[in-house]
């Protein structure tokens, strides 16, 4: 099984980035997926949650409006993008896919910096 998140990097204030997380090694389109981040002294937070066939999604207060999380079952692929960044959207974020009663999986992470 594997999560590999990619697209993190520095970027200034107000601006945009895409991150993407491709799974391989178990039913993708069966499972829930997530995007969590964790801020340096600070416990790990969800950001935001998509359906397995990607009909609903939900968001962390601080996000709605401007993180929009996507999936692509054909691609076992789920997406964050995330515009109008602020300072405090800074944390290494993680994709998480879950399904009830089974083992739920993480990626590695990737660094998202927001600074001028």
Do not use: H
């Not at 416990?43 to 601080?62: F, P």
């Amino acid at each position: 099984v594997q999560l590999v998140e990619s697209g993190g990097g520095l970027v200034q204030p107000g601006g945009s980035l895409r991150l993407s997380c491709a799974a391989s090694g178990f039913t993708f389109s069966r499972y829930r997926m997530s995007w969590y981040r964790q801020a340096p002294g600070k416990e790990r937070e969800l950001v935001a949650a998509i359906t397995s066939a990607g009909g609903s999604t939900n968001y962390a207060d601080s996000v709605k409006g401007r993180f929009t999380i996507s999936r692509d079952n054909a691609q076992n692929t789920v997406y964050l993008q995330m515009n109008s960044l602020k300072p405090e959207d800074t944390a290494m974020y993680y994709c998480n896919a879950f399904r009830f009663g089974r083992t739920d999986y993480w990626g590695q992470g990737t660094q998202v910096t927001v600074s001028s």
